[in-house]
């Protein structure tokens, strides 16, 4: 059963970076509107950098959760380290690339909060996929492909639920 094995491995590998993403939603229950990390600067094109809902607060807690959620799977499977290593970092590359699906998006002169779809579900995972694989973490690329629309259906969900537990202003 490799592809099995491939799958929870992977499956293993991105669960932080899930939670990450989910947790300046939550977050900002307590940090409020946050610091945004454009700090309010405008591109060339004369539109934000990021936008205002692009914040160092939420940046700070995607990460926490991704190494939180590495620390209670190290704690699970016996390999602290490997696994608080592989949250760190997919909690940093879900962040950043986060970060660049809102610089895509105000280059496209999309205001924050508007829906782009696939943008919106696929870049914290593609940038936790790219940096787990630079800290030299290795997993089946032909099952990060197979995972992806599980993801972005995922994510579709639990922002509606976010959207109805009044966490969110937009249902995306
Ligand atoms: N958030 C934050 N800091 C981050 C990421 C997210 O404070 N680094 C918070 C913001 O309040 C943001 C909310 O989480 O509005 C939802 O995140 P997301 O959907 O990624 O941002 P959008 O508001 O949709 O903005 P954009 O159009 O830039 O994606
Ligand atoms: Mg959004």
Not at 31 to 36: A, F, S, V
Not at 47 to 54: D, P, S
């Given at each position: 059963m490799a592809l099995a094995e491939d799958l929870i491995k992977l499956l293993l590998l991105v669960l932080p970076a899930l939670a990450a993403n989910g947790a300046p939603v939550v977050a900002r229950r307590i940090?409020?509107?946050?610091?945004?990390l454009d700090m309010g600067r405008k591109w060339i094109d004369g539109?934000?950098?990021?936008?205002?809902?692009?914040t160092l607060e939420g940046f700070v807690a995607g990460v926490l959760t991704g190494l939180l959620v590495g620390i209670i799977e190290g704690v699970l499977f016996s390999d602290l380290y490997w696994f608080a290593r592989a949250g760190l970092l997919a909690g940093i590359g879900a962040m950043i690339g986060d970060l660049i699906g809102s610089f895509i998006k105000r280059r496209l002169g999309m205001e924050r909060g508007d829906p782009a779809p696939l943008l919106d579900q696929l870049d914290f995972y593609i940038g936790a996929l790219v940096v787990l694989y630079i800290g030299g973490y290795r997993y089946n690329l032909v099952t990060a492909v197979v995972l992806a629309p599980l993801v972005v259906i995922l994510h579709i969900m639990t922002n509606r639920l976010a959207y109805k537990a009044s966490l969110k202003e937009v249902p995306h």
């Open positions: 940090y409020g509107r946050g610091t945004p539109r934000r950098v990021l936008g205002e809902g692009k």
